[in-house]
């Protein structure tokens, strides 16, 4: 990840980090993947599962999904503008994979997330002639029908080869069981909910210097307001969580970072339509998933995010 930050760094065109990006996220996705072929769960890849459910190595099922979330985009741009044969075929082959993968993860916020801007994105193909696809329209189409027509294919013979996947599926829809949500199931929604009434409590309870800078990094860890007979899970909603650890001024300024790189990708969508909205996207996503996810602070979601910074600058040189 760090090598391919640093390549990405000495690049001027946010095209060939999206090139760049891609590749370096479609590994963990294609071993996953042919893992799950395998259908044998051994030590060589627990790094990429855990309770029947897909991790990527990033040793967690919630944070695949978000990376994939955020790549998803990206894979979408190579497909529809890929300059070269490689190009395309990573984007189709991301594509299909990011679909695939999301299923494994099994988590139900990234499904509806992607689901909402999917909807949106196709609302607005729909209803104005400027979409950028328009221009590609044979081509995302075509495509887009071989991935919905592929991806089934594969996860059926995935389920096939992994049954324990719909093990999973099943708990998590509480389709086998009877009893309530405890606090012991992980990132189910009645918990984040609690999760959330505990975090509001707290800030409520605050002086006004507690309020303004929190009560540093990483230290809700160590609260016992979300130790639960041993088990930690801190709030998973990150506006909530950077309150928590480090008070309103940073998260005004968090925000207000995504605000003005917002604004500077909207200002480079007349020279690059498609990329522009391929990051906003990203961009999009990231900050939706922010509100079921609490990691967002690691280097590896950040990683995507790169061609936006580099189009924003680049953009910035030139004006």
Not at 71 to 83: D, S
Not at 297 to 306: A, E, G, I, K, N
């Amino acid at each position: 990840m760090i090598g391919f930050v640093l390549l990405g760094l000495r690049a001027t065109c946010a095209k060939r980090i999206v090139t760049l990006v891609g590749v370096g996220y479609l590994t963990p996705m294609v071993v996953s993947v042919i893992l799950a072929m395998t259908g044998q769960m051994s030590s060589e890849n627990s790094w990429f599962f855990s309770v029947n459910r897909a991790i990527g190595s990033y040793g967690n099922a919630n944070s695949f999904a978000a990376v994939i979330l955020i790549v998803f985009p990206l894979y979408m741009q190579l497909t529809a503008e890929g300059e070269s044969y490689f190009e395309k075929k990573i984007g189709i082959a991301g594509l299909l994979c990011s679909a695939v993968c999301l299923f494994m993860t099994v988590s139900f916020s990234a499904w509806l997330v992607l689901a909402v801007i999917l909807i949106l994105n196709f609302a607005y193909l729909l209803l104005s002639s400027k979409h950028p696809l328009r221009h590609y329209r044979f081509r995302a189409v075509g495509w887009l029908l071989f991935i919905t027509s592929i991806a089934p294919l594969v996860i059926m013979a995935l389920l096939k080869s992994f049954p324990e996947i719909l093990e999973a599926v099943n708990y998590r829809l509480l389709l086998d069981r009877d009893e309530d949500v405890s606090m012991e199931t992980v990132g189910s929604g009645a918990e984040r909910i609690e999760l959330m009434h505990i975090a509001a409590g707290e800030l409520i309870k605050r002086s006004i210097v507690g309020i303004f800078f929190g009560h540093g990094l990483g230290q809700s860890l160590f609260s016992p307001n979300f130790n639960f007979d041993g088990v930690v899970v801190v709030v998973h909603n990150l506006p909530l969580l950077i309150s928590l650890e480090s008070g309103l001024i940073a998260t005004i300024l968090f925000y207000l970072y995504f605000l003005f790189l917002v604004a500077a990708i909207w200002r480079t969508r007349r020279d690059h339509p498609l990329l522009a909205l391929t990051l906003l996207n990203s961009v999009l996503l990231f900050l939706c998933y922010t509100l079921f996810n609490p990691h967002f602070y690691l280097r590896y979601f950040w990683v995507p995010l790169l061609p936006a910074f580099v189009l924003a600058c680049n953009y910035k040189k030139r004006s």
